[in-house]
T-cell receptor, first 111, second 113 residues
Framework: DQQVKQNSPSLSVQEGRISILNCDYT??????FLWYKKYPAEGPTFLIS?????DKNEDGRFTVFLNKSAKHLSLHIVPSQPGDSAVYFC??????????FGKGNQVVVIP | DAGVIQSPRHEVTEMGQEVTLRCKPI?????LFWYRQTMMRGLELLIY????????DSGMPEDRFSAKMPNASFSTLKIQPSEPRDSAVYFC???????????FGPGTRLTVL
């Protein structure tokens, strides 16, 4: 069963606008959430994370929001740049060292 | 640092053959993870090691799959015998004592004919 779900598999956005990626999870035990970015023919690279004790974490153009009651998190990229075109994976863990990944969202930033 | 190194990058083999995938983690990292990525199941954890010891292999699909980590700088994932449904991209990742932020290798694309 998919404990971390990413719907809307692809997103196209104009350069300079905001990209919003959503992620839902089912396991209430998850206490740490991460976003990874993946380019073709490369492995995923860590982007940003958030602990369950917070509801927001910001790093430059990237902000992750966590809504624990809704079991939902989102990644905001603003402003979007062409180099942000990639697949974005949401992941979650609860201290057992296992990361559960979503299936990913393809983002295309149009110059 | 060169990052996580995986070899080969591509492997094409015939059903029934043995396949060995190799991984060199980032020096000093205590954790090593093997993942498989398919269209149907996405990215799923197969097994992970801590200080060269296998900790959780519950994701290994069946006995045809085995993984070893003989030392801190090398790990293998072996499939014997291979089957067409094993075709996927296999990633190796490593991390420091906090296993959450994992560094991934470029992956091995396996095709079993």
């Amino acid at each position: 069963d998919q404990q971390v779900k990413q719907n809307s598999p692809s997103l196209s956005v104009q350069e300079g606008r905001i990209s919003i990626l959503n992620c839902d999870y089912t396991n209430s035990m998850f206490d740490y959430f991460l976003w990874y970015k993946k380019y073709p023919a490369e492995g995923p690279t860590f982007l940003i994370s958030i602990s369950s004790i917070k509801d927001k974490n910001e790093d430059g153009r990237f902000t992750v929001f966590l809504n624990k009651s809704a079991k939902h998190l989102s990644l905001h990229i603003v402003p979007s740049q062409p180099g942000d075109s990639a697949v974005y994976f949401c992941a979650a863990t609860y201290g057992n060292n296992r990361l559960a990944f979503g299936k990913g969202n393809q983002v295309v930033v149009i110059p | 640092d060169a990052g996580v190194i995986q070899s080969p990058r591509h492997e094409v083999t015939e059903m029934g053959q043995e396949v060995t995938l190799r991984c060199k983690p980032i020096s000093g990292h205590d954790y090593l993870f093997w993942y498989r990525q398919t269209m149907m199941r996405g990215l799923e954890l197969l097994i992970y090691f801590n200080n060269n010891v296998p900790i959780d292999d519950s994701g290994m699909p069946e006995d045809r799959f085995s993984a070893k980590m003989p030392n801190a700088s090398f790990s293998t994932l072996k499939i014997q015998p291979s089957e067409p449904r094993d075709s996927a991209v296999y990633f190796c990742a490593s991390s420091l004592t906090t296993p959450n932020e994992q560094f991934f290798g470029p992956g091995t694309r396996l095709t079993v004919l």
